[in-house]
């Protein structure tokens, strides 16, 4: 696999951002027999602390009784130091969105957002800290890009989520974590390898991993169409959402800038391909911009385009941004756009706007968090 060479999107790679040190959850089952063999530790070690990890959610070697009391600290050490610090945590929505910021090795700060409902409780994890694609309506976008996430930073985050589920935090929901989005900071895609090795671990049946099922796993992208294809040849049958905002190059290229190297009928192709390969119905994500891509001809161009694709239209009314001159569409015009679509024969949805009151909402992951 090549880098992309857009610049800003591998940018963090080539940065002096400090490099989180190696964790358990970066190696792959073969990497775990291999890394216990080389620390001179029977092969069975490797399991043992695997179902811990995937099986348990535990992370604290210190604590496993069934490991002999002079092993625990160099399990500790060499394979889980800490890589995410709590920097706050903060819930709202009566206590049902919980929204916690983490400090990563180096000093970036990224987020993460658990939001449980009567028959699901989905946790919304970052893949970069910061992003370089630039969309101005995006707050992470305006931040540009930090460096990639580690493999063990993604599923970490999925951990600590898993733990704040299984601890009764959500008392009217399931009480674990069932579903996955990433659409936290970054762009997945464009952290391809890590992402892949994430979603392997969240995938696979424990002790490999949490074996969470891939129909509950969405990926959000806006649209890399390279990885988009590598991604549909995985063999992991994750949900693709795509980031349209809009069904006309002309203004694509404007919200989102990579529309200039991959523009609308592309992306679109890419998607359908996905759908193919993989079964899967693909969402497209429309954020709702006032008198920027609501108008009623948009939403008929937008509804034209995608009939008879495997796809479903999932609306985000904008969430305000610091400095942005941006603002959610009119009730109205939202009414008026969900029609138009849907004249078209397109199932549309309307997300909620969960986590708005913390900036724990789409577009608004900024991690304003004092250094
Ligand atoms: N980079 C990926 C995933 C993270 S963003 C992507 O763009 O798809 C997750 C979703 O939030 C995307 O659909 C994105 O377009 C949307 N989003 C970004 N900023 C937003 C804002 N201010 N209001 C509403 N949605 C926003
Ligand atoms: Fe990056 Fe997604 Fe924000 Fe665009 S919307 S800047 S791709 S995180």
Redesign the pocket.
Known sequence: MTDLDLPGITAGRRTRAARPPQQWADLDPAARVAAVTEAALPRFRADQISRRYYGHDEADPLAWSDLPAALRPQVAERWFPQLLTEVTTQACDAGDTVKAAWRLTGGAVVESVVMAYPERVTACVS?QAG?G?G?P?????QQGLTRNLSTAEIVEQVRRARVLVASGAFPGSPDHLTNIV???????LANYRALVAALHRILDPVPAGFDMSARNITV???GLVPRMHDLAGEGMPVTL???L?APDDDLRDTL?PVNHRWPVADVLAAADSYAERTGRRYSI?Y?LIRDVNDQRWRADALGRLLAGRLAHVNL??????PG?RWTAATPRAQDEFVSGVREQGVTVTVRDTRGREIDG????LAAVVEA
């Not at 990433?182 to 997945?188: D, I, T």
């Open positions: 893949s992003c694609i969309c309506f995006c707050a992470t976008g990433f659409m936290g900071m970054g762009e997945p959000s992208t806006v959402a795509l980031s905002h989102v994500e954020a985000i009314p904008l969430n305000p941004t942005s909402a789409c577009g608004q």
